[in-house]
């Protein structure tokens, strides 16, 4: 059974700085997905890792990808109260066995940002 | 571009009472799914359904019932609701199966359950 943890679960930052959000994943998977969820709202598609060594970028945020340590990180980098929200990683099951369209989330990263 | 539309947003329920979610979504997705979001839990599957015409239990199915009722639409029924489901319910859709997999899950708005 496919395991996802996400640490820190809750993150208070101060404007400016940097920090990183932590995903691991316990069986071999091709795909880790993020989402931003603000309040009451739905979730938001930010990344999609597809390959080990995958980088991407958008704006302050970078998602990276590690499948041999079967770890994914979030880095915030000058993080502004924008960037407040929960912040969830998926992870697909592998491709055999019928569990590639099941995506397994992380209980989430609350986000703090103050001024 | 309306997306994945969830009905109702809003539903207050009896112990005991039934009622269907609805979803449908306008992307010509293949696949779709029902989550549903607890406090500190993440958000967990409930069913899913990989193409039209099937349907598999996700991780928490007990209590549930679904219904893929063509390619757009996919319900999700509570015959006989418990105050354990109170939760917020999530439908989304993807591509897949799709040749590049580059193809994250579209989420509806919500719905927001609580049975008394």
């Known amino acids: 059974e496919l395991k996802v943890e996400q640490n820190p679960l809750f993150l208070s930052m101060q404007e400016g700085k940097n920090y990183t959000i932590y995903c691991n994943y316990s069986?071999?998977?091709?795909?880790l997905y993020w989402y931003r969820q603000d309040p009451g709202k739905s979730l938001e598609s930010l990344f999609v890792l597809l390959s080990n060594g995958a980088v991407k970028q958008e704006g302050r945020l970078m998602a990276s990808l590690d499948t041999k340590a079967r770890l994914s990180t979030l880095h915030i980098t000058a993080a502004v109260h924008d960037l407040s929200a929960t912040y969830f990683c998926?992870?697909?099951?592998?491709?055999?066995?019928?569990?590639?369209?099941?995506?397994?989330f992380g209980k989430g990263t609350l986000l703090t940002v103050n001024p | 571009n309306a997306g994945v539309t969830q009905t109702p947003k809003f539903q207050v329920l009896k112990t005991g009472q039934s009622m269907t979610l609805q979803c449908a979504q306008d992307?010509?997705?293949?696949?779709m799914y029902w989550y549903r979001q607890d406090p500190g839990m993440g958000l967990r599957l409930i069913y899913y359904?990989?193409?039209?015409?099937?349907?598999d239990k996700g991780e928490v199915p007990n209590g549930y019932n679904v219904s893929r009722l063509n390619k757009r639409e996919f319900s999700l029924r509570l015959e006989s609701a418990a105050p354990s489901q109170t939760s917020v319910y999530f439908c989304?859709?993807?591509?897949?199966?799709?040749?590049?997999?580059?193809?994250?899950?579209?989420f509806g708005n919500g719905t927001r359950l609580t049975v008394t």
């Open positions: 359904s990989a193409s039209e015409g099937t349907t």
């Open positions: 992307m010509n997705h293949n696949s």
């Open positions: 998926a992870v697909a099951g592998p491709r055999s066995g019928g569990s590639n369209y099941k995506l397994t």
């Open positions: 069986t071999t998977s091709d795909r």
């Open positions: 989304a859709s993807s591509e897949l199966p799709a040749s590049s997999y580059n193809s994250p899950l579209h």
